[in-house]
Nanobody, 114 residues
């Protein structure tokens, strides 16, 4: 199973920025598509961004033009640059492979104050 560790969350004011990081423990990271998800209290987990092995990206409408997903295959890392944050972006953020590894990380909390 691929192990995933997210970091970089925190408390930020509306309009601010954060950069999330995720490291994946696999020797074949470069062949995986990767995704960022988020889960707000009382809500289902939703996928917000994906990046293919070749670097093709896709975004949920709610974050398009504000968030940017990227990857560094040499470091087994995937990133989520989040700009123009809104209070509704408040959630625990997770990364995972596509298809999903059954072993989710602990996530990283992002809180956006108004």
């Amino acid at each position: 199973q691929v192990q995933l560790v997210e970091s970089g969350g925190g408390l930020v004011q509306a309009g601010g920025s954060l950069r999330l990081s995720c490291v994946a423990s696999t020797s074949i990271f470069n062949i995986y598509a990767m995704a960022w998800y988020r889960q707000a209290p009382g809500q289902q987990r939703e996928r917000v961004a994906t990046i293919s092995a070749g670097g093709y990206t896709n975004y949920a409408n709610s974050v398009k033009d504000r968030f940017t997903i990227s990857r560094d295959n040499a470091k087994n890392m995937v990133y989520l640059q989040m700009n123009s944050l809104k209070p509704e972006d408040t959630a625990v953020y997770y990364c995972n492979t596509l298809p999903n590894s059954p072993s989710w990380g602990q996530g990283t909390q992002v809180t956006v104050s108004s």
